[in-house]
């Protein structure tokens, strides 16, 4: 027999404990556009939460369900008849290639509805300014940018591991963009390293979780300094209807996590640092965090 949800669903197969449903709405039944960047902000993030609350209840050996309405003209159905659909995502996501990062669906999104660029890194090259400045001229629904880091990223844990140990750069010498996306990150790595040792004393470097916290600390770093980047880089100096947020997609907990003003850990979208000050604002925030301080010591 089929198991039932508490509001009555069924789940077709009774061995299955997690259900997600995209649900073609022709009844006018899916989302709107967000009006606003602070709007596209926040349906992104109650779509991470919908996405991680639905895997805590597979976790906790509860059946879920989660239901993603589309507009049927987002892929192009039209009553009787089939036509290209206008293209009009609310957000355009510079996410990783890493393919435990699948970006519409951590945000509960469908078809149409996010632009989606993804590098190793999330870094900010040629191609990547060039999509974008593709998505803002042309994407009059675009509210928002984010760039979405990822815990255990690998791209940032080999450039971490460049800096912990410099001889390990002769590994990917001959391989010219592997050691693009590495020098690119190399940066950010430094600072992190330097931070940490601000805040934590010149002994962190002996702490047993230190690597693992420098590759988060970094992965964090980079995506705010991707951030910063863009709004120089793009033509977005007069667009206050387009704003640019960060963020890091913890795998372990399907969240989205930056860190918060308070000293408290975040789940959300934190807005992209304007100037020096506010990255500085960022590092002290970030390495003083309970998430970063935990990944020290580990158990
Ligand atoms: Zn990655």
Same mark, same amino acid.
């Given at each position: 027999?089929?198991?039932?949800?508490?509001?009555?669903?069924?789940?077709?197969?009774?061995?299955?404990?997690?259900?997600?449903?995209?649900?073609?709405?022709f009844d006018g039944?899916?989302?709107?556009?967000?009006?606003? /960047?602070?709007?596209?902000?926040?349906?992104?993030?109650?779509?991470?939460?919908?996405?991680?609350?639905?895997?805590?209840?597979?976790?906790?050996?509860? /059946?879920?369900?989660?239901?993603?309405?589309?507009?049927?003209?987002? %892929?192009?159905?039209?009553?009787?008849?089939?036509?290209?659909?206008?293209?009009?995502?609310?957000?355009?996501i510079v996410g990783?290639?890493?393919?435990?990062?699948?970006?519409?669906?951590?945000?509960?999104?469908?078809?149409?509805?996010?632009?989606?660029?993804?590098?190793?890194?999330?870094?900010?090259?040629?191609? %990547?300014?060039?999509?974008?400045?593709?998505?803002?001229?042309?994407?009059?629904?675009?509210?928002?940018?984010?760039?979405?880091?990822?815990?255990?990223?690998?791209?940032?844990?080999?450039?971490?591991?460049?800096?912990?140990?410099?001889?390990?750069?002769?590994?990917?010498?001959?391989?010219?963009?592997?050691?693009?996306?590495?020098?690119?990150?190399?940066?950010?790595?430094?600072?992190?390293?330097?931070?940490?040792?601000?805040?934590?004393?010149?002994?962190?470097?002996?702490?047993?979780?230190?690597?693992?916290?420098?590759?988060?600390?970094?992965?964090?770093?980079?995506?705010?300094?991707?951030?910063?980047?863009?709004?120089?880089?793009?033509?977005?100096?007069?667009?206050?209807?387009?704003?640019?947020?960060?963020?890091?997609?913890?795998?372990?907990?399907?969240?989205?996590?930056?860190?918060?003003?308070?000293?408290?850990?975040?789940?959300?979208?934190?807005?992209?640092?304007?100037?020096?000050?506010?990255?500085?604002?960022?590092?002290?925030?970030?390495?003083?965090?309970?998430?970063?301080?935990?990944?020290?010591?580990? /158990?």
């Amino acid at each position: 027999m089929a198991k039932k949800l508490p509001e009555g669903l069924p789940i077709e197969h009774p061995a299955c404990l997690a259900e997600v449903t995209y649900r073609f709405a022709f009844d006018g039944a899916h989302k709107a556009l967000p009006s606003d /960047p602070n709007a596209a902000r926040l349906r992104l993030e109650a779509g991470n939460r919908a996405f991680a609350e639905l895997l805590d209840q597979v976790a906790a050996s509860r /059946p879920a369900r989660l239901s993603i309405d589309i507009d049927p003209h987002d %892929v192009g159905l039209l009553p009787g008849r089939s036509t290209a659909p206008k293209q009009q995502p609310f957000a355009a996501i510079v996410g990783c290639a890493d393919a435990r990062v699948p970006v519409e669906l951590i945000f509960s999104e469908g078809p149409n509805d996010l632009f989606v660029v993804r590098i190793a890194g999330n870094g900010l090259g040629d191609d %990547v300014m060039g999509s974008l400045s593709y998505a803002i001229d042309h994407l009059a629904s675009l509210r928002s940018i984010v760039v979405l880091g990822h815990s255990e990223c690998g791209a940032v844990s080999a450039a971490v591991d460049v800096h912990l140990e410099p001889a390990r750069y002769m590994e990917i010498m001959s391989q010219k963009d592997l050691r693009q996306i590495v020098d690119r990150t190399l940066v950010v790595i430094q600072l992190g390293a330097t931070w940490l040792e601000r805040v934590h004393g010149a002994e962190v470097v002996r702490r047993s979780g230190y690597r693992t916290t420098l590759i988060e600390v970094a992965i964090a770093l980079n995506a705010a300094l991707t951030a910063h980047g863009m709004r120089p880089g793009l033509n977005l100096a007069d667009r206050s209807d387009i704003h640019v947020v960060y963020g890091v997609y913890v795998l372990e907990e399907r969240l989205v996590w930056s860190p918060r003003r308070d000293g408290t850990d975040w789940f959300g979208l934190a807005p992209a640092p304007r100037d020096a000050n506010e990255f500085v604002a960022i590092c002290d925030l970030l390495v003083s965090s309970p998430r970063i301080r935990g990944l020290l010591d580990p /158990p």
